[in-house]
């Protein structure tokens, strides 16, 4: 059964820094990871897909990266805004069904 | 916006209720998908229809029910739910499984069961 682990549970960095979120998952056997954006009490923002067969994705001054065989992915953002502050979720999307499996999240806070 | 609306966004029901949550969208997805949100826990997968037809059930409560009546439209029909079933209840949609599979999720509705 796959599982997702994203460390670290919460994050607080100063306005400007860059940062680094990281996501890892047992099982290689993946179609994609999907970065999502959540915001208090609201629905996932879709911020990036890598395909299985790709190494990375860039959008912006985000960047993820995807190391199948290790079974990890990062999320860099760069020079954070106190608008980057939200709950970050990686998915694993799986290539034999539909169960998308998510790990329990970031939560970011940029301080101005 | 993301193309998929959750009607109502706010839910409050005592525990002899019937009520159902509503996910549409208008992407031409085939794919849609209930989640559930509680609190401290990661994303839980509930059902999942493909082509209206439902190819996904995780051991979900039959007081969970859903229905998928076309490939825009989602609905689960909640009777006699439990305080613990309080969450935020994601909807999704998808085109298809393969690497270009994107998900896109709805704003939610938060469930209170009283």
């Known amino acids: 059964k796959q599982e997702v682990t994203q460390i670290p549970a919460a994050l607080s960095v100063p306005e400007g820094e860059n940062l680094v979120l990281n996501c890892s998952f047992t099982d290689s056997a993946i179609y994609n990871l999907q970065w999502f954006r959540q915001d208090p009490g609201k629905g996932l923002t879709s911020l990036l897909l890598i395909q299985s067969s790709q190494r990375e994705q860039t959008s912006g001054r985000l960047n993820a990266s995807l190391d199948k065989s290790s079974g990890r992915s990062t999320l860099y953002i760069a020079a954070s805004q106190p608008g980057d502050s939200a709950t970050y979720l990686c998915?694993?999307?799986?290539?034999?069904?539909?169960?998308?499996?998510f790990g329990a999240g970031t939560r970011l806070t940029v301080k101005p | 916006e993301t193309g998929v609306t959750q009607t109502p966004r706010h839910l409050v029901m005592g525990m002899t209720n019937k009520k159902s949550l509503k996910c549409e969208q208008h992407l031409g997805h085939n794919a849609m998908y209930w989640y559930k949100q509680s609190a401290k826990k990661p994303l839980e997968l509930m059902f999942v229809y493909n082509f209206k037809e439902q190819t996904e059930n995780n051991s979900v409560p039959s007081r969970f029910s859903p229905e998928c009546p076309n490939s825009s439209h989602l609905f689960l029909h909640l009777h006699t739910l439990q305080p613990e079933d309080s969450a935020l209840y994601l909807c999704a949609s998808s085109q298809g499984l393969s690497e270009n599979t994107e998900a896109f999720f709805g704003q939610g509705t938060r469930l209170t069961v009283v």
């Open positions: 998915a694993v999307g799986p290539s034999n069904n539909n169960d998308m499996r």
